[in-house]
């Protein structure tokens, strides 16, 4: 049955024999789990994805090995702890993957501690996670070590016990022989997070601003959630916002009001005052057909609707655009903290001009637009009452003065969420003297800063940063990005002895090791979460905790290596736990 394979023609040539399967098979293992198409359903499918798995983890601990700083990034989702790495060595070479995943570990700071140490295990273990393997699975004890010794900052969300167990890594706790994380100097909260935080904060402080949030799209008798929870009722939307005149040309079907973020309460904001006339004809047509409680809440929905309450949401919808941006910006894993201070002065710079100097009115936004479509005056019976909204002559002038006050109201309480959210003495604002787009004014405090947390001399420090950083801004003109401007440099000067030792750069690179390997960001977590649910979805969530993470393993991080070199490296580790050695044919 297997004369034509060519395993088979090789032994029976005399050839050097590989017990593997060919890479063309590994290959397809790794396009199926990539396309999400269902595998390890057998056997033979288990084991070439282990391999994979296996290939990838013995390349990652080859970096880590090396590595002069390690970052973890953790988040906890339907009962899964995953965790997520960046090392960094000493010639600034980044590595980031994804650590691993422990299932049902338990809630509270000590069990997510005692689940992290078992991810950092398997993550510096050979051949663990398969019990048919020839090969014995081992712990590699100054791997083991080692990465717990360069472990020195940890990323993770605001919640309690995230918080908690960080701060028990570096610990003695009940259970532990030695400390988990015994130099870790950063617990990390979440930027984006903490973005999110800048603007909901102060709208709930508002009982007015709080008011028009609620009716415009998240609480329950907002017309954006009927919308979204009825499909009859988004077909009789979407057709009167195709025929009603909008400031936009693309007419939407739905506004996205769901409740678990404030950025998803941001879309359904913006939607309704861009198909403010849609969304009122939808309602009246409820009114008119409908008798139960959906009726109820589209009258209330349009006997509460007033001129001033549109502009005002208008307005929020402006400051909920503003905020959103600074969150995108920081809703990612690469997010470079050096250019973190200047992301904030910038947001804070844009909400002032628009609600203090009064921009809002002539940039464009949602407040102009609403302005043009209350100059426009429609008219509307809700049973025996007759209402107007917008005039011929615009928006009145007090109306504009109240809204805006209240704005200049929120701007105040946004700057000082800002300033609790992002405050000037933490550690990632003092990576800002390694941003190359503009000249510091004090660069002294950072760098001082960054020296005592890292235990560096300043003096040193600040030499050597004066001396280098006119040569990166001269690199980051054609470079633009700050990291890469720093390795460029730091390479040129070590190119030869003579700059070596005129220009010497060792106390200036481990500052820069450590500013490559901070997070400031734990979204990297989340989006693979995301992307776990499209490769491994929930049909497949009864699958072996072990065979889960080793997917995910294989999806998440495939791209991170030459390709080539992790075949080559799986078939190897198959030859070595599954392969069966054949017997060469002796010559006549």
């Not at 198909?275 to 009114?287: D, E, Q, S, Y």
């Not at 995910?552 to 991170?560: G, M």
């Amino acid at each position: 049955r297997h004369q034509k394979q060519a395993q088979h023609r090789e032994a029976a040539c005399g050839q050097k024999v590989v017990c593997a399967p060919a890479a063309d098979v590994f290959e397809k293992i790794v396009s199926d789990i990539q396309n999400g198409t269902p595998t390890c359903s057998s056997r033979k499918e288990s084991q070439l994805t282990w391999c994979l798995a296996e290939a990838l983890k013995t390349m990652d601990q080859g970096v880590l090995a090396k590595c002069d700083a390690i970052s973890l990034f953790r988040d906890e989702r339907d009962g899964r702890i995953a965790i997520r790495f960046r090392a960094v060595t000493k010639d600034l070479h980044v590595l980031s993957g994804f650590l691993g995943q422990e299932q049902f570990a338990g809630t509270g700071g000590h069990a997510l501690t005692i689940a992290t140490e078992n991810v950092m295990k398997r993550a510096c273990s050979r051949f663990s996670g398969r019990h048919d393997s020839k090969q014995k699975s081992f712990l590699k004890k100054s791997l083991f070590w080692h990465f717990k010794s360069k472990l020195f900052s940890v990323t993770t969300d605001s919640a309690a016990d995230e918080v908690l167990s960080s701060e028990l890594m570096r610990t003695k706790m009940t259970g532990f022989q030695e400390l988990l994380a015994p130099n870790l100097r950063w617990v990390v909260r979440d930027k984006a997070h903490g973005s999110r935080r800048i603007t909901s904060r102060p709208w709930h402080s508002d009982e007015f601003l709080n008011e028009v949030l609620q009716f415009m799209a998240g609480g329950p008798a907002s017309i954006a959630r009927l919308v979204h929870y009825s499909p009859e009722v988004k077909r009789i939307f979407q057709q009167f916002a195709s025929t009603s005149e909008s400031a936009v040309l693309k007419a939407v079907s739905n506004f996205r009001a769901a409740q678990h973020r404030f950025d998803s309460q941001a879309k359904p904001l913006g939607r309704t005052c861009l198909f403010l006339h849609a969304c009122v004809r939808t309602a009246l047509h409820l009114i008119r057909v409908r008798s139960d409680n959906v009726m109820r809440k589209a009258q209330n929905f349009l006997l509460w609707l007033n001129e001033e309450r549109a502009l005002q949401a208008a307005m929020l919808a402006d400051a909920a655009d503003t905020s959103l941006r600074l969150t995108r910006r920081m809703d990612s894993e690469e997010l470079d903290t050096a250019a973190l201070q200047a992301e904030v002065a910038s947001y804070r710079s844009e909400i002032r001009a628009l609600f203090v100097e009064g921009k809002c009115w002539t940039s464009f936004g949602y407040t102009k637009s609403m302005c043009e479509s209350l100059s426009t005056p429609i008219v509307f019976q809700i049973g025996s009452k007759s209402r107007s909204l917008g005039t011929a002559a615009g928006v009145d002038n007090d109306v504009r003065q109240r809204c805006l006050g209240r704005m200049r109201a929120w701007v105040r309480l946004a700057e000082s969420a800002l300033e609790a959210e992002f405050p000037a003495f933490e550690i990632a604002q003092s990576f800002s003297v390694f941003d190359l787009r503009g000249e510091h004014r004090n660069p002294g405090d950072c760098l001082e800063r960054i020296a005592k947390s890292c235990q560096l001399d300043f003096q040193i420090l600040l030499d050597q940063w004066q001396d280098v950083s006119p040569r990166a801004r001269a690199e980051f003109t054609s470079l633009s990005s700050n990291k890469e401007a720093w390795k460029a440099v730091l390479q040129k000067l070590g190119q030869h002895n003579v700059t070596r030792k005129n220009h010497p750069t060792d106390v200036l690179t481990e500052a820069l090791v450590q500013y490559f390997a901070f997070g400031g960001s734990s979204s990297g977590v989340e989006q693979n979460f995301s992307k776990a649910a499209w490769n491994f979805h929930c049909r497949r969530r009864s699958a072996l905790p072990q065979t889960e993470e080793m997917a995910l393993k294989v999806c998440l991080d495939f791209t991170n290596h030459d390709s080539t070199k992790v075949i080559t490296l799986a078939r190897k580790v198959w030859a070595m736990c599954f392969g069966r050695p054949r017997k060469r044919l002796k010559s006549r």
